[in-house]
């Protein structure tokens, strides 16, 4: 096996061809769909995330569905179990950790993602993530700008709830996603810009400040908004994979068959122009996430 193949911290799949959401017209890609993709991408394996929550999704997908994809399909899958805030009677008082035992012992490495549509920092999440941070599982997270016609946990400008949750569980290792959190890289995020794919310099942001200030945040480098947080400014970007080599994961957030991500590929000719160390791509492309994920490299 080619020492640099790539594990995948974010990846999306079914069983049976679905809608993922009504305002694209794309179906979620199939296991098969998914291992011809990587085979010419270059990766090993990614991490499926289960989606449970009912925002924006048309085709939900449990958490047992999700360990009998990854289990029949071990050569493409991990795992990570989803739990919406809300479930468990909708208290602040729910045993998460009942749930999540439960299924790391079906194999899940983790919690993810979470997309249910209320503030980050409301007392039935902060429970979640209590709870998470007990079982020493790792959280993969996506921001959104506002409640209603949108997915994902709702933050403000300068994301003050995700820094409290931070604050608050120290040992909880949290894997930040999606435009509303790659936006504020740079200094011109902006209340108007901040859910979509701001181009140009990045001068360093907020963002920036809080991966000094917080160890535990993580990096999912997936999606249009992981991509472009790197490439759209390859000085800054450069720098960036090497001064926090050791907390970010390399993603594509593949949901349908006839997506295409640049960003494998970006990194492969960054590395063969020696722009980017070996090692820090070691790191970012495999490493990484084999130590998160518990596994040997």
């Not at 890609?29 to 991490?47: F, M, Q, S, T």
Request: with cysteine; glycine share 8%.
């Amino acid at each position: 096996m080619d020492k640099f193949k790539k594990i995948d911290i974010h990846i999306h799949s079914r069983k049976i061809r679905s809608i993922i959401r009504q305002t694209n017209n794309k179906t979620y890609a199939l296991p098969h769909e998914i291992r011809e993709i990587y085979d010419k991408w270059g990766i090993e394996k990614g991490v499926l995330l289960t989606r449970t929550s009912p925002e924006m999704h048309f085709h939900v997908q449990t958490n047992e569905q999700a360990a009998e994809l990854a289990n029949t399909n071990k050569d493409t899958f991990y795992w990570f179990m989803d739990i919406d805030p809300r479930m468990g009677f909708n208290s602040v008082d729910t045993d998460f950790s009942y749930f999540i035992e439960y299924y790391k012992k079906l194999g899940a490495k983790g919690v993810g993602e979470l997309t249910a549509n209320i503030p980050i920092d409301d007392p039935l999440t902060m429970n979640l993530f209590s709870h998470c941070e007990k079982c020493n599982v790792p959280v993969t997270i996506h921001i959104a700008d506002r409640l209603g016609g949108m997915y994902g946990l709702v933050d403000k400008i300068g994301l003050p709830g995700l820094q409290k949750v931070l604050s608050t569980y120290s040992n909880l290792k949290i894997l930040g996603h999606s435009t509303c959190f790659w936006s504020h890289i740079g200094t011109n995020v902006t209340s108007e810009n901040w859910n979509s794919y701001i181009s140009g310099k990045v001068k360093p942001g907020i963002l920036v400040d809080m991966f000094y200030k917080y160890p535990n945040l993580l990096g999912d480098l997936s999606a249009g908004s992981g991509n472009n947080a790197i490439m759209r400014d390859e000085e800054f970007g450069l720098w960036f994979l090497h001064e926090f080599q050791d907390r970010l994961f390399f993603g594509t957030d593949l949901s349908s068959a006839d997506l295409y991500f640049e960003f494998p590929f970006w990194l492969d000719k960054k590395l063969e122009e020696g722009k980017l160390d070996e090692k820090a791509y070691r790191k970012i492309c495999r490493d990484n996430a084999l130590n998160l994920l518990g596994e040997k490299k």
